[in-house]
């Protein structure tokens, strides 16, 4: 799982454990027991957090008009499929 700093509990370290899932949670400054997280796989945080930023400048996916969960799921589709045409149509 990634996550920022602000996911840098010792609970949520558990339940992640537990459920047997790596977390890539980089530690609070104030931390006492530094745990290491793999900086490479942290890096690609920032295009995941970008691809969102794109999703939502559709202003339907940003404030959830749609009422059933495949409606959103297939505006999403839809806005991908305009985000990805853009890099296809530029190449």
Not at 32 to 48: F, G, P
């Amino acid at each position: 799982m990634l996550a920022d700093k602000g996911y840098d509990a010792d609970a949520i370290r558990a339940d992640l454990a537990k459920r047997q899932i790596k977390p890539i949670i980089p530690c609070r400054s104030n931390r006492r027991v530094k745990i290491e997280h793999d900086r490479t796989l942290y890096k690609q945080r920032n295009r995941i957090e970008r691809m969102f930023g794109h999703l939502k400048i559709n202003r339907a996916i940003a404030t959830r008009y749609d009422q059933l969960a495949s409606s959103f799921l297939g505006m999403v589709h839809l806005a991908t499929a305009r985000y990805w045409l853009k890099f296809v149509h530029a190449a």
